[in-house]
């Protein structure tokens, strides 16, 4: 069975401070990798995810994680956080191929402080 | 936008009732996954179906059940609700060629058992 790990579950930031979240999961085959957002009063959106190729992958509104399989690890930064960055981020993981069950993190929620 | 409408938008129901959650997906979407959000943790897979038939559950009992229709809709069933399903749930379309992890969400429909 597969699982994910967020470990942060409430992150304080200033607006302009540099954001990694962490993400770890565990399953025994190749994986599909996302991160969602959640922003208030709004429903889950795709941020970014890795299928294969470059383990650095680049999202929406300046996301970016990189796929670490030795440490099975899928960690989200982004260079300088703005107040609307405030939401709850939701790190997934599905296996490759077949029928793909999709098993979320339980969230870290941001704030950023103007 | 997603695409993906669920109703109601919030419910009411006392336990042992029954309940029944509508999503309507995009044209072309032939695969859609529901989930439990409950408060504070991450969306946790129920099943998915594709082309009418269930593809896949995850860890809920067979009073959680569900059916897909040929116009793209969708509906969970829930009987002999417990005070435990209060909850969000969502449902999630997935379209056709992209693989069924790559999912759209709709806004959710908030479940309170009393």
């Known amino acids: 069975a597969q699982s994910v790990s967020q470990h942060n579950h409430h992150v304080i930031l200033s607006e302009a401070a540099s954001l990694e979240l962490g993400c770890n999961y565990s399953?025994?085959?190749?994986?599909?990798l996302f991160w969602y957002v959640q922003y208030p009063g709004q429903h889950l959106q795709l941020l970014l995810k890795?299928?294969?190729?470059?383990?650095l992958v680049k999202g929406i509104k300046g996301f970016e994680a990189e796929f670490i399989k030795s440490k099975f690890s899928f960690n989200l930064r982004k260079p300088s956080v703005q107040w609307s960055d405030t939401a709850e981020y939701f790190c997934?993981?599905?296996?490759?191929?077949?029928?793909?069950?999709?098993?979320f993190g339980t969230g870290t929620k941001l704030q950023v402080i103007p | 936008e997603t695409g993906v409408t669920q109703s109601p938008t919030h419910l009411i129901k006392t336990r042992g009732q029954q309940v029944t959650l509508r999503c309507s997906s995009q044209?072309?979407?032939?695969?859609v996954s529901w989930y439990q959000q409950a408060l504070g943790q991450g969306p946790q897979f129920i099943f998915q179906?594709?082309?009418?038939?269930?593809?896949g559950r995850g860890n809920f009992p067979p009073r959680f059940s569900g059916l897909q229709f040929p116009n793209y809709s969708s509906e969970l069933n829930v009987n002999a609700l417990e005070l435990d399903d209060s909850a969000l749930y969502l449902c999630?379309?997935?379209?056709?060629?992209?693989?069924?992890?790559?999912?759209?969400f709709g806004p959710g429909t908030r479940l309170t058992v009393l």
């Open positions: 179906y594709y082309r009418e038939e269930e593809n």
């Open positions: 044209s072309g979407h032939n695969t």
């Open positions: 997934a993981v599905s296996n490759s191929g077949g029928y793909q069950k999709v098993t």
């Open positions: 999630a379309s997935s379209p056709v060629g992209q693989g069924t992890d790559t999912q759209y």
């Open positions: 399953y025994g085959g190749t994986v599909n």
């Open positions: 890795y299928f294969s190729g470059d383990p």
